[in-house]
Protein backbone atom coordinates (compact mmCIF):
# COMPACT_ATOMS: atom_id res chain seq x y z
CA UNK A 1 0.00 0.00 0.00
CA UNK A 2 1.08 3.41 -1.07
CA UNK A 3 -0.26 6.52 0.37
CA UNK A 4 0.29 9.54 -1.94
CA UNK A 5 -0.23 13.81 -0.34
CA UNK A 6 0.27 16.39 -3.42
CA UNK A 7 1.31 20.04 -2.21
CA UNK A 8 2.60 22.83 -3.97
CA UNK A 9 -0.25 23.88 -5.94
CA UNK A 10 -1.64 27.40 -6.14
CA UNK A 11 -2.25 30.63 -8.10
CA UNK A 12 -0.02 31.73 -10.24
CA UNK A 13 0.45 34.59 -13.26
CA UNK A 14 1.07 33.44 -16.88
CA UNK A 15 5.10 32.50 -17.21
CA UNK A 16 5.21 32.33 -13.57
CA UNK A 17 6.84 29.07 -11.64
CA UNK A 18 5.58 26.16 -9.31
CA UNK A 19 7.13 23.28 -7.62
CA UNK A 20 4.50 20.60 -6.47
CA UNK A 21 5.23 17.33 -4.15
CA UNK A 22 3.73 14.51 -3.76
CA UNK A 23 5.12 12.68 -0.39
CA UNK A 24 4.80 8.93 -0.52
CA UNK A 25 4.35 6.73 2.96
CA UNK A 26 5.86 3.74 2.10
CA UNK A 27 8.83 1.76 2.98
CA UNK A 28 9.35 0.13 -0.59
CA UNK A 29 8.80 3.82 -2.48
CA UNK A 30 11.94 3.49 -4.22
CA UNK A 31 10.57 0.69 -6.34
CA UNK A 32 7.70 2.10 -7.60
CA UNK A 33 7.81 3.93 -10.56
CA UNK A 34 5.83 7.84 -10.32
CA UNK A 35 3.62 10.30 -12.43
CA UNK A 36 1.96 13.13 -12.50
CA UNK A 37 -1.36 13.77 -14.24
CA UNK A 38 -3.70 16.52 -14.55
CA UNK A 39 -7.42 17.16 -15.33
CA UNK A 40 -8.70 20.15 -16.40
CA UNK A 41 -12.44 21.48 -15.81
CA UNK A 42 -14.87 19.26 -18.45
CA UNK A 43 -11.89 16.89 -19.53
CA UNK A 44 -10.39 14.08 -19.15
CA UNK A 45 -7.36 13.35 -16.92
CA UNK A 46 -4.10 13.26 -19.08
CA UNK A 47 -0.80 11.97 -18.69
CA UNK A 48 1.86 14.84 -17.62
CA UNK A 49 5.39 12.82 -16.91
CA UNK A 50 6.73 9.62 -15.53
CA UNK A 51 9.28 8.57 -13.78
CA UNK A 52 11.04 5.24 -13.22
CA UNK A 53 12.38 3.86 -9.52
CA UNK A 54 15.50 4.82 -9.89
CA UNK A 55 14.77 8.36 -11.27
CA UNK A 56 17.36 7.10 -14.35
CA UNK A 57 14.29 7.95 -17.42
CA UNK A 58 11.48 10.21 -17.55
CA UNK A 59 8.65 10.93 -20.40
CA UNK A 60 6.53 13.85 -20.54
CA UNK A 61 3.52 14.82 -22.78
CA UNK A 62 4.20 17.13 -25.61
CA UNK A 63 2.48 19.69 -24.02
CA UNK A 64 4.82 20.06 -21.18
CA UNK A 65 8.62 19.15 -22.84
CA UNK A 66 10.85 21.67 -22.47
CA UNK A 67 8.71 23.58 -19.63
CA UNK A 68 8.33 20.99 -16.95
CA UNK A 69 10.82 18.37 -15.09
CA UNK A 70 10.08 15.54 -12.92
CA UNK A 71 12.07 14.29 -10.08
CA UNK A 72 12.37 12.33 -7.14
CA UNK A 73 14.26 11.67 -3.79
CA UNK A 74 14.02 8.43 -3.02
CA UNK A 75 15.48 8.80 0.42
CA UNK A 76 13.00 11.05 1.15
CA UNK A 77 10.10 9.14 -0.13
CA UNK A 78 9.05 12.64 -2.36
CA UNK A 79 8.52 13.21 -6.27
CA UNK A 80 8.55 17.20 -7.64
CA UNK A 81 7.27 18.32 -10.69
CA UNK A 82 9.17 21.84 -11.43
CA UNK A 83 6.77 23.71 -13.33
CA UNK A 84 8.32 27.01 -15.39
CA UNK A 85 6.55 29.08 -18.29
CA UNK A 86 3.42 28.33 -16.81
CA UNK A 87 0.54 28.52 -19.47
CA UNK A 88 -3.40 29.34 -18.66
CA UNK A 89 -3.73 25.80 -20.22
CA UNK A 90 -2.02 24.29 -17.42
CA UNK A 91 -4.83 24.77 -15.21
CA UNK A 92 -6.15 21.65 -13.92
CA UNK A 93 -5.50 19.28 -10.64
CA UNK A 94 -2.75 17.78 -10.87
CA UNK A 95 -2.60 13.80 -9.40
CA UNK A 96 0.15 12.00 -8.58
CA UNK A 97 0.28 8.53 -8.74
CA UNK A 98 2.14 5.20 -7.80
CA UNK A 99 3.02 2.30 -10.35
CA UNK A 100 4.09 -1.31 -9.28
CA UNK A 101 6.31 -1.38 -12.69
CA UNK A 102 9.39 -0.20 -12.89
CA UNK A 103 9.62 2.00 -15.65
CA UNK A 104 8.28 5.32 -16.64
CA UNK A 105 4.03 5.11 -18.16
CA UNK A 106 2.12 6.68 -19.65
CA UNK A 107 -0.48 5.30 -19.35
CA UNK A 108 -2.87 5.33 -16.23
CA UNK A 109 -3.82 1.84 -16.29
CA UNK A 110 -0.15 0.89 -14.97
CA UNK A 111 -1.17 3.34 -12.02
CA UNK A 112 -2.92 1.89 -8.60
CA UNK A 113 -2.33 4.42 -6.27
CA UNK A 114 -3.15 8.34 -6.53
CA UNK A 115 -3.33 11.15 -4.59
CA UNK A 116 -6.11 13.88 -3.87
CA UNK A 117 -4.65 16.26 -5.97
CA UNK A 118 -3.45 19.80 -5.67
CA UNK A 119 -5.17 22.80 -7.64
CA UNK A 120 -3.03 24.47 -9.94
CA UNK A 121 -4.44 27.94 -11.70
CA UNK A 122 -2.63 30.47 -14.05
CA UNK A 123 -3.91 33.59 -14.92
CA UNK A 124 -3.37 35.11 -17.58
Known amino acids: QVQLVESGGELVQAGGSLRLSCAAS????????MGWFRQAPGKEREFVAA????????NYADSVKGRFTISRDNAKNTMYLQMNSLKPEDTAVYYC?????????????????WGQGTQVTVSS
Open 97 to 113: AASTFSTAQRGQLFYGY
Open 26 to 33: SRTYSRYA
Open 51 to 58: ISWSGGAT
